[in-house]
């Protein structure tokens, strides 16, 4: 059974960092594609960032620059560091795993998602 289990997220003033962590178990990170998705009220789920294969790395628009997406193979851990956050950054944050390196851009392709942890920026 797979499971994704996200922490660190919490409350941090504008301009702040926040590194988020999703401890995957019954699943290989590595063999697949890891994404970050976040989730505002009233607003659609994005995906945020993404990892394949441990190598290829993306980023939507709005964090380019501020957000980085990391895994540990050895911790089966993903990461998201964040810095200079600010409100709009605001969410929920998904981990979500794909048991194929095609990295969809829609939440229903992807085959597991975490609890998420909330992020809360104040300004």
């Known amino acids: 059974q797979v499971q994704l289990v996200e922490s660190g997220g919490g409350s941090v003033q504008a301009g702040g960092s926040l590194r988020v962590s999703c401890a995957a178990s019954?699943?290989?990170?590595?063999?697949?594609?890891m994404a970050w998705f976040r989730q505002a009220p009233g607003k659609e789920r994005e995906r945020v960032a993404f990892i394949s294969g441990g190598i290829n790395t993306w980023y939507t628009t709005s964090v380019k620059g501020r957000f980085t997406i990391s895994q540990d193979n050895a911790k089966n851990t993903l990461y998201l560091q964040m810095t200079s956050l600010n409100s709009e950054d605001t969410a929920m944050y998904y981990c979500?795993?794909?048991?194929?390196?095609?990295?969809?851009?829609?939440?229903?392709?992807?085959?597991?998602w975490g609890q998420g942890t909330q992020v809360t920026v104040s300004s």
């Open positions: 019954g699943y290989t990170i590595s063999s697949g594609c």
């Open positions: 979500a795993a794909a048991r194929s390196r095609f990295c969809s851009n829609w939440p229903s392709d992807w085959n597991y």
